[in-house]
């Protein structure tokens, strides 16, 4: 059996998300870089792998996939190591939940909304749109309270199953949040997801997929 292959940015919270599958899994694989926002875009033969020129895509041992969450869960089913989903229905119903909550309704103004205009803009020279950012805090802010309602209470992960996908898909985007004066603020009004996230920060697995852009 080769090891997998994944293919797609380092900066990529998406990416990012498969890898600490990989990593919490001990699966050795290798990263592919794509970048899907280089001048020309992605290499032509990369729509064969995935067909809307998005990241991640993945291959192994002749099984191609693409999207996060297939990605992901297929990790999590076809090799060893620790489970990264809950066993019982509700559980796992609770960890699909918050990675859906997180796809829908966090990953735009977290990440474009907020992480980009207050931390990228300016790294990249363009001006900040101030506006982009006031309109996405009150959606960030939402998305932060039912992500700390929803949070096991007794912690330090989001369900009492351990680490979980659940936690592997937000993980990479409240590092990138976080970064921003606004979404260390709106992290800090959430102290269970603060804790949270100050559990999640030290594991092993987001030392190694830590991103050029943090």
């Given at each position: 059996?080769?090891?997998?292959?994944?293919?797609?940015?380092?900066?990529?919270?998406?990416?990012?998300?498969?890898?600490?599958?990989?990593?919490?899994k001990?699966?050795?694989?290798?990263l592919?870089?794509?970048?899907?926002?280089?001048?020309?875009?992605?290499?032509?033969?990369?729509?064969?792998?995935?067909?809307?020129?998005?990241?991640?895509?993945?291959?192994?041992?002749?099984?191609?996939?693409?999207?996060?969450?297939?990605?992901?869960?297929?990790?999590?089913?076809?090799?060893?190591?620790?489970?990264?989903m809950?066993?019982?229905?509700?559980?796992?119903?609770?960890?699909?939940?918050?990675?859906?909550?997180?796809?829908?309704?966090?990953?735009?103004?977290?990440?474009?909304?907020?992480?980009?205009?207050?931390?990228?803009?300016?790294?990249?020279?363009?001006?900040?749109?101030?506006?982009?950012?006031?309109?996405?805090?009150?959606?960030?802010?939402?998305?932060?309270?039912?992500?700390?309602?929803?949070?096991?209470?007794?912690?330090?992960?989001?369900?009492?199953?351990?680490?979980?996908?659940?936690?592997?898909?937000?993980?990479?985007?409240?590092?990138?949040?976080?970064?921003?004066?606004?979404?260390?603020?709106?992290?800090?009004?959430?102290?269970?997801?603060?804790?949270?996230?100050h559990?999640?920060?030290?594991?092993?697995?987001?030392?190694?997929?830590?991103?050029?852009?943090?």
């Amino acid at each position: 059996m080769t090891d997998p292959i994944l293919f797609g940015a380092a900066y990529s919270v998406y990416v990012r998300a498969a890898r600490l599958a990989l990593e919490e899994k001990g699966v050795p694989y290798r990263l592919v870089e794509i970048d899907i926002f280089a001048a020309d875009g992605p290499p032509p033969d990369y729509l064969e792998r995935h067909p809307f020129k998005r990241i991640p895509a993945f291959e192994h041992d002749g099984f191609r996939l693409y999207e996060a969450g297939a990605i992901t869960r297929y990790v999590d089913d076809a090799f060893a190591g620790p489970p990264l989903m809950p066993s019982t229905p509700r559980a796992r119903a609770r960890a699909n939940q918050i990675i859906s909550i997180i796809d829908s309704y966090g990953y735009r103004p977290l990440i474009w909304d907020i992480f980009v205009e207050r931390v990228r803009a300016p790294a990249e020279g363009r001006g900040t749109d101030e506006a982009k950012i006031a309109a996405a805090i009150p959606k960030a802010r939402l998305c932060l309270q039912a992500l700390g309602e929803l949070a096991d209470s007794k912690g330090p992960y989001l369900t009492d199953s351990g680490v979980t996908l659940a936690d592997l898909h937000a993980a990479p985007m409240v590092a990138y949040f976080s970064m921003a004066k606004e979404g260390a603020e709106l992290l800090a009004a959430q102290p269970r997801l603060l804790a949270w996230w100050h559990a999640m920060r030290e594991r092993p697995s987001m030392a190694a997929t830590r991103s050029p852009l943090e």
